[in-house]
Nanobody, 128 residues
Framework: QAQLVESGGGLVQPGGSLRLSCTAS????????IAWLRQAPGKEREGVSC????????AYADSVKGRFTISRDKAKNTAYLQMNSLKPEDTAVYYC?????????????????????WGQGTQVSVSS
């Protein structure tokens, strides 16, 4: 049975860093674009970042540009989200999501609704 498991969340002070991981089992992520979405209490789920399966192109929400970096390691069947300079408004449950698509984010803006969330998410809390 295919699974996608997020990990790496936790409690961090403002200005701190966390690295989230998204590991797949029973499924090869090679042909999937991967996204990180998040949902804060009382708010709708929103797209944070995504990376293509084909050319490694990436896209970011304006709120995280310059602070977050998405990457993937196909050999480990894992994607990552490095989060630096964290702010209290980054507090949310972070979800990994996939889209079976080999396009490029160099030419196409991401449509977050096209990504499917699999797992339970990982909680990120930013507070002093």
């Amino acid at each position: 049975q295919a699974q996608l498991v997020e990990s790496g969340g936790g409690l961090v002070q403002p200005g701190g860093s966390l690295r989230l991981s998204c590991t797949a089992s029973g499924l090869s992520l090679d042909y999937y674009a991967i996204a990180w979405l998040r949902q804060a209490p009382g708010k709708e789920r929103e797209g944070v970042s995504c990376i293509s399966s084909s050319d490694g192109s990436t896209a970011y929400a304006d709120s995280v540009k310059g602070r977050f970096t998405i990457s993937r390691d196909k050999a480990k069947n894992t994607a990552y989200l490095q989060m630096n300079s964290l702010k209290p408004e980054d507090t949310a449950v972070y979800y990994c999501a996939t889209r079976f698509w080999d396009g490029s984010f160099y030419y196409t803006a991401p449509r977050w609704a096209d990504f499917a969330v699999w797992g339970q998410g990982t909680q990120v809390s930013v507070s002093s």
